[in-house]
């Protein structure tokens, strides 16, 4: 590491979390309460904890800090909520209802429902503008660009106040000359407008696509540039230079600047650092098949690696909205801590997805919250600690917990407490085994072929009980779990997608020289930028990937390829590749069709230093690591079993633990169910088998 510390703040709907690691590689997580109306005040409170704890000032902290990693889920919300700015769009005449027909598209499950709401439009009817202009499938134009019609929407939206521009003409990726002028004149009449210019943000053939992914990166364009400044500004205040940096959607780090003009990519910013994480705490156990579960008091996100390979999304609906951009593959639901309880029309209990939040909270953490809440549930199960989470940080108040259930679950529903709260229990992890199994069965995988790793504070609770569910046989909890996104973001690399179009068909004559030299520009783009990043030519790989076709298909499929010459010997063997590719996703393959090159795409990474785990020290018997004993529930019939409850900071490597059982750790607890043993690694990292497996 290139200074003594690296900081990484993972900002979620309820909790920050903070990891740092010393030169040493002692690596140490905190949390405090998310401040979603101003980020920069969990920042400031999580690094006086930080401080507390080390005896370090703020100032020292930051700016002996070689990066100050930050995910967020600013953009997240903002397109949930529909919070964003809303965005003029300049388009071809005639192309202004693409991104409205959607290619004719309703969502999956929604096809045939006539009653199924549009999805809101970022960009309304009347902020889309036409523009007299074409530009054909060969790059050449036939219809020059009418300036007259471009300063005439400009003036539109000068009328109604629109400060974000979206510009995307068709085949603009082939001859982007029109785009480029059309941006030049709205900045010379809008000075002070956020201007997307498609062909540059995502230079991929698919109109509707590129369109919508411009209007996306628009309309979060103004909630991402403040965040940024106002998060720069702080640690620059604190004494960081240059050492801040954002975590991307595509599971790598960027600057503020890249983060402001590129908004689409902040999307998944949060937990896209999930899989790395969750490859580097099962690297002691060389397990490669790894599903990671991130439940945090707001959501529950789910990611699928395999064979040490994250799969990415590019060209789907997300939030209803296309995006064209790298994503990597994660899994939403609102499932978690803040999740509430609820008794729906037909007298249904329910959980969620509407969540309690940061504020006011579950019903136990005494801060105004009378919804009954997963954790309000899990505090009667007794599961949760009564005095307190966050090492007794957070106080929990157990009447409140138990009132709010009694009141809006049991009494109706005719139950116990006890029925009602373990009910809650199950329907919150019966949705969870639903998205497990939407990231698996659905595509294809086993579960019971891959180990469940647990992410986010409130995991543990329930992390035995999902795999019993899905018939996993391994658990993996690092001792950094309720963290893990934040920790994968201070392992994660500088990472940047490079994307052109290039349609041609690969046969005899295909001008493969064209090709090599558009891979070469858009790499040495990608190095100039790493280049003013800091980093070393040394420092840097280039992986690169082609999206390929038979003739006559709409869709196309990815092949990843080396970084060699294509010439008229090596495309022989991407061909195959394709081949294979295409069965691999389609069950079947044409040897003797005509294949086609529709795009390319080079990603370059920036290697950083990686802090490692730290081993275990302790020397400590079993039995001094248990601190008491408490009545749990583990079933419908509401009845307790007297379970130990174990303190995580006493115990030893090699410490084995028979269920019924809890550890409880700093920012985490750890319920294992009967019929499952845990056993605690030297690398800090809680195995949990299946028992007689």
Known sequence: MRSHYRLGIDAGGTFTDFVLADKSSDIKIYKTPSTPNDPTKAIKNGLALISEDLEVSPEDIVSQSDLCINGTTVGLNA???HKGSLVGLICTKGHEDSIEIRLGHKEDGYRYDPDYPPAIMLAPRYLRRGIKERVLSNG????PMNELDVREACKLFIENDIKTIAVSFVWSVLNPSHEIRAAQIVKEMMPEAIITIGSELYPQIREYTRTSTAITNAYLSPILRNYVSAVNEYFIGLGGKNNVRYFQSNGGLATGKVMSDRSVYAINSGPASAPQAGL?????????????????????????????????????????????IPMIQVETLGAGGGSIGWIDEIGLLQVGPQSAGADPGPACYDKGGI????????????????????????PLNYENALKSIEEKI?????????????????????????????????RGYDPRDFVLVAAGGATGAHITSLASEMGINTVIVSKLSSGLCAYGQIISDVKYNYMATIPVRLNENCDYGKINQLFKDIESKGKEHLKNDGFDEKEIDVFRSLEMRYLGQIHECTVNID??????????????????????????????SSIEL????????????????????????????????????????????????????????????????????????????????????????????????
């Open 79 to 81: 397109l949930i909520q």
């Open 140 to 143: 050449t134009i036939k219809t």
């Open 280 to 324: 580097s705490v099962c690297n002691p156990f060389d397990y490669k098949n790894v599903i990671t579960v991130d439940m945090g008091g707001t959501s529950f996100d789910i990611t699928l690696t395999k064979d040490g390979n994250t799969n990415l999304n590019k060209n789907i609906d997300f939030l209803r909205y296309r995006i064209g």
């Open 371 to 394: 919804d009954p809440t997963v954790s309000d549930a899990n505090l009667v199960l007794g599961y949760l600690n009564p005095e307190g989470l966050i090492g007794g940080k957070l």
């Open 410 to 442: 049991a009494k109706p529903l005719n139950l116990s407490i006890e029925k009602a709260a373990y009910g809650m229990f199950t329907i919150v992890n019966s949705n969870m085994v639903n998205g497990i199994r939407r990231v698996s069965v659905e």
């Open 563 to 592: 970084t060699f010459d294509i010439n008229s010997t090596t495309i022989e063997k991407i061909k195959e590749t394709f081949h294979k590719r295409h069965e691999e996703l389609y069950t079947y393959s044409e040897l003797q």
């Open 598 to 693: 529709v795009n390319i795409e080079s990603t370059l990474y920036g290697r950083i230093d990686r802090p490692s785990l730290t081993e275990i020290e302790n020397d400590t018997l079993l039995k001094d690591a248990l601190k008491s004993y408490r009545n749990l529930i583990f079933s419908n019939s509401g009845d307790s079993i007297k379970t130990p409850v174990y303190n995580g900071n006493l115990l030893s490597n090699g410490h084995k633990i028979n269920g019924p059982a809890v550890v409880e750790e700093d920012t985490t607890t750890l319920v294992i169910e009967p019929g499952w043993c845990l056993e605690l690694h030297k690398s800090g990292t809680y195995i949990i088998n299946r028992k007689n497996h």
